[in-house]
């Protein structure tokens, strides 16, 4: 007899507890997340999640986002997880930061630092980064 393939939401509960955590550990994590990105839609209740995993509801983009950073996966993991084909996951994907400006403002951030620190350039730069890398 065939194995039946697990559902997204069996897949969300199992990676969940193999990393030992609660549903009110995923709220506390994805609290904090949204408090960084100053963003609401970030959060993720308990109830909701249980939703996820139990009922097999869908989760918005910004709540897969959540997911994929509290269980340290990739959202294209769990986009696929939801039989979302290949060729538009990368999609969705570079919609995330339109989505969230705090994203995109993040991965600059990150970009700009590496570039200063790779020129040896200081945050006190007279060529317009130094306001970017101040506000870190």
Not at 6 to 31: K, M, N, Q, W
Not at 40 to 63: G, Q, Y
Not at 91 to 119: G, K
């Amino acid at each position: 007899m065939p194995k039946r393939q697990s559902s997204p939401g069996e897949r969300l509960r199992a990676t969940r507890l193999a990393l030992g955590l609660t549903l009110r550990d995923v709220h506390t994590a994805s609290i904090k997340l949204a408090r960084r990105l100053r963003n609401r839609r970030f959060i993720l209740p308990a109830s909701r999640l249980h939703d996820f995993e139990v009922k097999n509801t869908i989760p918005s983009l910004h709540r897969l986002y959540t997911l994929a950073h509290v269980c340290g996966c990739e959202v294209r993991e769990l986009l696929g997880w939801y039989g979302v084909p290949r060729r538009y996951r990368e999609q969705l994907i570079e919609m995330l930061p339109l989505m969230c400006p705090r994203l995109l403002y993040r991965f600059q951030c990150e970009f700009s630092v590496d570039v200063l620190v790779s020129t040896g350039m200081r945050s006190g730069a007279a060529d317009g980064r130094s306001s970017f890398t101040a506000m870190l």
